[in-house]
T-cell receptor, first 117, second 111 residues
Framework: NAGVTQTPKFRILKIGQSMTLQCTQDMNHNYMYWYRQDPGMGLKLIYYSVGAGITDKGEVPNGYNVSRSTTEDFPLRLELAAPSQTSVYFC????????????????FGPGTRLTVT | GEDVEQSLFLSVREGDSSVINCTYTDSSSTYLYWYKQEPGAGLQLLTY?????DMKQDQRLTVLLNKKDKHLSLRIADTQTGDSAIYFC???????????FGKGTMLLVSP
């Protein structure tokens, strides 16, 4: 299994440009997540999905959009990029281990480093 | 809302024990997690503990949970230079698949 893969690894955008960060997982996980990580700030949840066709906002959704048409893919769209969106973006997927009520073990991709200038 | 707090930095010598601390505010947390992030990489799950437990041991890792004080700690025995990384504490609430992460503790292990 490749696990969670993200493309691109690095990207520089000009203010106002748009782009899509790709995320794919091959573990057949129902749950997928997008986080951003700013220095010294931990991880902030942008959007998440509990299954194909279902998405929901996290803590910091403004300026982003997502879709989940398949179990495997969960792309993150940035429209009208702004310098405040300079960050490292992590995609993750998870399943609920054990019986109902078990922990959600999240598996992370390697991240996309985005700079908006 | 939920909040998870960690100290930002810990420095130890190789062979010593490291203790990383975390406090959380959500009394309905059901699972608490420790993740490790090495430079330039994503987060990797180290271990987790169910909220009705007070201790969990996994090889060199010992997790202690004080539910009354909402305090979680991760002890790494015989710390090695390869343990140098950022360690994140996280919590989840039963019924929700999302996690709330702390800001991370940078562990630096010197030879």
């Amino acid at each position: 299994n490749a696990g969670v893969t993200q493309t691109p690894k690095f990207r520089i955008l000009k203010i106002g440009q748009s782009m899509t960060l790709q995320c794919t997982q091959d573990m057949n996980h129902n749950y997928m997540y997008w986080y951003r990580q700013d220095p010294g700030m931990g991880l902030k949840l942008i959007y998440y999905s509990v299954g194909a066709g279902i998405t929901d906002k996290g803590e910091v959704p403004n300026g982003y959009n997502v879709s989940r048409s398949t179990t495997e893919d969960f792309p993150l769209r940035l429209e009208l990029a702004a310098p405040s969106q300079t960050s490292v973006y992590f995609c993750a997927s998870s399943y609920r281990s054990g019986l109902a009520g078990g922990p959600y073990e999240q598996y992370f991709g390697p991240g996309t480093r985005l700079t908006v200038t | 809302g939920e909040d998870v707090e960690q100290s930002l930095f810990l420095s130890v010598r190789e062979g010593d024990s490291s203790v990383i601390n975390c406090t959380y505010t959500d009394s309905s947390s059901t699972y608490l997690y420790w993740y490790k992030q090495e430079p330039g990489a994503g987060l990797q799950l180290l271990t987790y503990i169910f909220s009705n437990m007070d201790m969990k041991q996994d090889q060199r890792l010992t997790v202690l949970l004080n539910k009354k004080d909402k305090h979680l700690s991760l002890r790494i025995a015989d710390t090695q230079t390869g343990d140098s990384a950022i360690y994140f504490c996280a919590e989840s609430n039963s019924g929700y698949s999302t996690l709330t992460f702390g800001k991370g503790t940078m562990l630096l292990v010197s030879p």
